[in-house]
């Protein structure tokens, strides 16, 4: 059983930076892909970012180059830095991990809000 829990969403202007965090918890800390999605009002849940143990890091056309995913395994936890955020980033941002064994586990989401 893994936990996931988020921290690090908040209200900021247009242009402005958040780093979102996951921290893991539990048994089988071991993943074959950890991700970001986020779900806006009334639209249905997107991918933001994936980082697969091996392989390219892979990214919404909407956040390419502005969000950066990252892990540190050591901590079992990842980060979604992110920058220049616009009001459409706005959303609810879920935190996803998928195990050897092709479990996949979600954190509660962090919300993040973008004024224009």
């Given at each position: 059983?893994?936990q996931?829990?988020?921290?690090?969403?908040?209200?900021?202007?247009?242009?402005?930076?958040?780093?979102?965090?996951?921290?893991?918890?539990?048994?089988?800390?071991?993943?074959?892909?950890?991700?970001?999605?986020?779900?806006?009002?009334?639209?249905?849940?997107?991918?933001?970012?994936?980082?697969?143990?091996?392989?390219r890091?892979?990214?919404?056309?909407?956040?390419?180059?502005?969000?950066?995913?990252?892990?540190?395994?050591?901590?079992?936890?990842?980060?979604?830095?992110?920058?220049?955020?616009?009001?459409?980033?706005?959303?609810?941002?879920?935190?996803?991990?998928?195990?050897?064994?092709?479990?996949?586990?979600?954190?509660?989401?962090?919300?993040?809000?973008?004024?224009?």
């Amino acid at each position: 059983q893994v936990q996931l829990v988020e921290s690090g969403g908040g209200l900021v202007q247009a242009g402005g930076s958040l780093r979102l965090s996951c921290a893991a918890s539990g048994t089988s800390l071991v993943f074959l892909a950890t991700t970001w999605y986020r779900q806006a009002p009334g639209k249905q849940r997107e991918l933001v970012a994936t980082l697969p143990r091996s392989g390219r890091t892979t990214y919404s056309d909407s956040v390419k180059g502005r969000f950066t995913i990252s892990r540190d395994n050591a901590k079992n936890m990842w980060y979604l830095q992110m920058t220049s955020l616009k009001p459409e980033d706005t959303a609810v941002y879920y935190c996803n991990a998928v195990d050897d064994s092709y479990r996949t586990s979600w954190g509660q989401g962090t919300q993040v809000t973008v004024s224009s």
